[in-house]
């Protein structure tokens, strides 16, 4: 990655990753696919509470880049084949990431930047933000997962509304049917991600990560297999170092230490 598509701070518990080309709005290349999932590797150290992704300049991320598509499929089209592959390796890899991560989105989130975005676990927002499909817009189909993921996250409805117009969608008309978790002004942007960060960072990290799984495992179960698993996981979760400090800091009224174990 000589050009740097992808900029990586860790700090304060967290792994921030910045999509670093600005020109090109954050579009994807396979070098940013490749730092994105190196990034992701760091989430794998205890020490880490959470992930940022957010990008520089005016956009969180507008797709993949089309010239780069474009040029690539009339080539070699398994190129293009095998570029969309390591596209939803990366995906997978985002929204299985045992951290919390945090999308902050600043500027366009469109087609592809929409795809990674609905692989996150908590959304903020810039004010002047707006999120939309957009594939609709040149020819192109969703092969980043928007098609599967965009209508089980705001229902089948609002979700061919934005696959089908390509619409780019200001976030303040995204928070009510869950998309968007809260906008703020573009100036706070990254101060409230902190402080979203330091409040999970005050969390059991083991919590966080078997909550997440819960989630992610009754969605995809009929109801009554979900209760089941949670029930399961409740009587794993018993033998855990966090679940004792947590009663007995709540007995000894003190803040717990959790441990992540």
């Not at 990655?1 to 910045?18: F, N, P, T």
């Not at 795809?115 to 980043?144: Q, T, W, Y």
């Not at 992610?216 to 029930?231: C, F, M, N, S, T």
Request: aromatic share 4%.
């Amino acid at each position: 990655m000589s050009e740097k598509s992808v900029l990586v701070d860790v700090r304060a518990g967290a792994v921030w990753v910045m999509l670093n080309r600005p020109a090109a709005l954050n579009a994807i290349t396979p070098d940013m696919v490749a730092g994105i999932t190196a990034a992701l590797a760091l989430a794998d150290d205890p020490a880490i509470k959470a992930v940022v992704l957010i990008g520089t300049g005016r956009a969180f991320c507008a797709g993949a880049d089309l010239k780069y598509v474009n040029s690539a499929t009339q080539s070699d089209e398994a190129s293009g084949a095998r570029f969309l592959d390591t596209i939803l390796d990366m995906m997978a890899r985002l929204e299985t990431c045992p951290r919390p991560v945090i999308a902050a989105v600043n500027g366009l989130a469109l087609a592809g930047g929409l795809e990674m975005v609905l692989c996150c676990d908590l959304v903020i927002a810039a004010r002047s933000a707006k999120l939309g499909d957009a594939h609709a817009n040149f020819g192109i189909l969703p092969g980043g997962g928007g098609s599967v993921r965009l209508p089980r996250k705001i229902g089948p409805t609002r979700a061919k509304y934005l696959l089908f117009t390509g619409d780019f969608i200001p976030a303040d008309d995204l928070v009510a049917c869950g998309l968007v978790n809260e906008v703020v002004d573009d100036g706070e942007l990254t101060g409230a991600v902190e402080r979203l960060v330091a409040k999970l960072g005050s969390k059991s990290s083991l919590v966080l990560r078997r909550m997440k799984a819960l989630v992610a495992d009754g969605l995809e179960q009929p109801k009554d297999v979900a209760l089941r698993l949670e029930l399961l996981a409740c009587e794993v979760h018993a033998r855990s170092h966090d679940l004792k400090e947590g009663l007995a800091a709540f007995e000894e009224k003190r803040k717990p230490l959790f441990i992540g174990r």
